[in-house]
């Protein structure tokens, strides 16, 4: 499917949603691995996944989108959100990567207890977290099973992404994205 938007005068913007490739479809299942899950539990559709490309861009967003929302429409032009987002796959010198989002988050969130370790921090790591702020260890109440993994509060809430690192004799977490990103230049 493909949408040809007027940008400017003359400047045509071409945006082409297509199936994901295999390969495509392969990044984002290396980083659910690097991530502690396993993808055959791991809730997505990966028949329904679409890659979202702009001309020229430096990266192209995932969804996945129910091919039903599509039967009634034959041109992506008046579509806002026809799915769910999952995050965007970008390439750097070496390799494709893939980046979450925050609804990816809040869909895996379900698995934290049951099939994965998530970060777990409390009421100030929480703060600390939303603010876009590095939670030290004593805000930490479980470190999840693999460095880089889902944050989540004391109620199980997703709060977003984040990586475990060492710094000196201390960890600490990282956040990579999180719900207050939408508060401070997200949104």
Known sequence: MYAKL???????????????????????????????????????????????????????DVFEISFANFEHSNTINNIYAGGLYLGLIYKTSHKVKFKP??????????????????HVVNEKGEKRFLYGRTVPTRMILNIGSKP???????????LGWGRVELRGRTRRLVPLIDLGWYLRRGG
């Open 101 to 118: 989002g925050l609804p990816l988050a809040r869909r895996l969130s379900k698995l934290c207890k049951t099939e994965i370790r998530c």
């Open 148 to 158: 880089m993994s889902i944050v989540i509060n004391i109620l199980g809430e997703p």
């Open 6 to 60: 007027r940008k400017k005068r003359n400047d045509i913007l071409v945006i082409e949603l297509k199936r994901a490739s295999k390969k495509e479809i392969n990044v984002l299942k290396v980083f659910l691995r690097e991530a502690g899950f396993i993808t055959k539990k791991v809730p997505i559709s990966w028949k329904d996944l679409y890659i979202l490309k702009l001309k020229d861009a430096k990266y192209h």
